[in-house]
């Protein structure tokens, strides 16, 4: 039987050397039937030209303004799906695979017709150090969510609670069947959390959610987010986007979650005051969570300064 035609999709935004690595990676692979499309969030360094001249052999997709990580990969998504693929692979352009790991991927997926979204482990890139995740688990009902970096843990969840298990976007495996049953990423998140609302769509849907704990994949680290050092756009994705989640799956008993991630998020912008930028984002991110509103990050965005007294009296007040 033929091999199952399997299109890679990168996303590239102002990180040639990354991308060009992810790449050259991809290319290796020793599966039969892949294809690669990368898309390009609207990179100012160079790297569409870079692209083009190395890389004549790969779909380029170049869009005109950045589109996030949910609308990049949509686009990229439906022009693989008309273009005959059995299942899309979702790759981080910071992330490198090993020859093996997309052939060792979809032997497992056609082995099991219930896998929707399968995983290889997601190791740090440095050899040794560990791993940045090995799982999650999400308690719709109750509002909690939990990742593990302990692939033991990982199989532990797995193994019990394959109802409630879900994936990270790092490199993820997504079969047809499930993209057309359940649709694109919600561009509403623009960035992060996405995953986390795809694999629990794909529960509800009736597949599950697999990590291949004998696969791996190494991911650049990123810096953590205590340091409140940089990248304010992080923050701001990450306090909205957790609102925006709970809201959409719990509606009217979203309340419980929603509070506990005002009050985590508004002890990390306490922690940042040295950062401005990165404090603003957050403040701004919980305000448009509760408002509801998705899309990209405009960073001249605020919490009005009424809601912002609100939140202060909050934190003082203990009720926050």
Partial sequence: MAAPRVTAIVLSWNNYPDTRACLLA?????YPALSIR???NASTDG???ALRGEFSDVALHECGKNLGYTGGNNLAIRAALADGAEFVWLFN?????????????????GADPGIGLLSPLIARAAPGTGYDFAGGLIDIAGGGYQTTEDPAQGQAWQAAYPERF??????????????????????RFFAYWEDTDYAWRALRAGFRNHLAFGVTVGH???PPAATGLGRPHFYYFMARNEILFWRKHLHARASRPVLWTLRRQLRLADATRNS?????AIMAGLWDGLLGRGGAYDPV??????ARWLAAAGRSSGLL
């Avoid at 990270?168 to 359940?182: S, Y």
């Avoid at 965005?301 to 009424?306: F, I, T």
Wanted: hydrophobic share 50%.
């Fill in 166 to 187: 879900v994936l990270t976007g790092t490199a993820l495996l997504a079969r047809r069947a499930l993209v057309e049953r359940i649709g694109v990423l919600d561009e």
């Fill in 93 to 109: 352009n910071d992330a490198v695979a090993a020859p093996d790991v997309l052939s060792r991927l979809v032997a497992i997926a």
């Fill in 38 to 40: 990368v898309v390009d």
């Fill in 301 to 306: 965005r605020r919490m009005p300064a009424p």
């Fill in 220 to 222: 650049a680290a990123k």
């Fill in 26 to 30: 991809l290319r290796a692979q020793d």
């Fill in 47 to 49: 790297s569409v030209p």
């Fill in 276 to 280: 401005p930028a990165t404090r603003h």
